[in-house]
């Protein structure tokens, strides 16, 4: 559930995309996006690469204008005014290797206009939340990636952003450099701030969003609450290595007691069910030759994913290929 803004924001929705769509040259890119951000909020775009999570980033921070249908921010068009009031942090570490991480933050707090004592506290405050305080005085040549990660964060919300942009903020990161961002992130949201964040990592998002939007092939396919998403699954989800499993075998199963829907995937089956210690013998009793592979584990928003756009993220990568 959102929290209310606070007193330094205003009610003006931070961004707002109506029947948004960019081209890519080759074809790929989104279309028919409509999307709305609150104050105080953390929005998950969920997909894998390619399905088109950058590309409604990229609009919403004003990199790319979108081609068809509008962008709101702060309920004008993008302008230099809506550019002081965002914070954005790119895929890959956009740090100078022969800058300290001090230089790195007061020439990013002077581009922004803070005056010098504004932007020494902010620095420190920053730092310290961060876990990076001791580090300082070093070059970013000399930081892990995950320090590196930490300090784009901390230079993203220098300037006091509204709007805070996020592409994979924690890919490929060790889990204290994750937990360091998220918890920042989770203080500048009872703060007010709204956050959107891309990502492809299902526990995340169940973990950290307020809302999750699902992206697949270009266009928004689901928009909940991640509790919402996930409560018409069953217990527990079961993938099955089943290569030669056909569509007698899927409506079969579909008519089994404690079963919920059963889909196929490329080399077996999905499924979800209300107890897999009474499914799982059943399915050896029938069909135990023909499953070389079983895996269990408690129903969450990867299944959810699973069901509602057909194909696991792994398989909608190489489908966008």
Known sequence: MSNAPTNSLDSVLPAKLSGAAFAWPGGRGVSDIDLTVRHGEVVTLLGPNGAGKSTILKVLSGEIAPQDGDVSIFGAPHGPDARRRIGLVLQEPSTDDLMTVQETLQLHGRLFGLRRAELNRRSTELLDSLGIADRAHDRCEALSGGLRRRLDIARALLHHPDLLLLDEPTLALDPDSSDAIWETLRQ?????????????DTAEAEAHANRVVMVSEGRIVAEDTPRNLTSELRSDALELDWPDAD?????????????????????????????????????????????????????SLRDAWFQIVGRPLAEDVEKRQ
């Open 188 to 200: 500048r949201v009872t703060e007010g701030i709204a956050v959107v964040v891309c990502s492809n």
């Open 247 to 299: 569509d007698d075998d899927v409506a079969a199963l579909t008519r089994w007691p404690g079963v919920g829907a059963v889909l196929r995937s490329d080399g077996g089956l999905h499924m979800t069910v209300d107890s897999s210690a009474e499914v799982v013998p059943r399915l050896f009793e029938s069909y135990g030759a023909q499953i070389i592979g079983l895996r269990i584990h408690g129903s």
